[in-house]
């Protein structure tokens, strides 16, 4: 049984999930959990402006299912292991 405060996360989690758009960002970012992947290698992959790429990536990170790293003018994504680990744990 888990509390309600794990409860309150594993929704953000899932909600931030829950779009099409950020479930397919997150699976190319976690693809490989020991890369970092570009942002700039979205738009062209899921055929969607950079803001709009720009949007679901925040949303994946206030959930704190990724980080970002900036270098230059782009950020290089990456799975965040431990939230990874959380939702496999729940999921199993």
């Excluded at 970012?29 to 709009?52: G, H, K, M, N, W």
Aim: one cysteine or more; charged letters at 20%.
């Amino acid at each position: 049984m888990f509390t309600q405060n794990d409860a309150a996360r594993l929704a953000q989690v899932f909600a931030a999930l829950g779009d099409p758009i950020r479930l397919k960002l997150f699976t190319l970012i976690a693809r490989d959990p020991s890369q970092e992947v570009c942002a700039c290698s979205f738009v062209d992959e899921l055929q969607r402006s950079q803001p709009t790429i720009s949007h679901h990536l925040k949303i994946l990170r206030e959930a704190a299912l990724i980080t970002g790293t900036k270098r230059g003018t782009w950020i290089w994504y990456s799975v965040n292991a431990d939230a990874l680990s959380e939702v496999r744990e729940f999921l199993s």
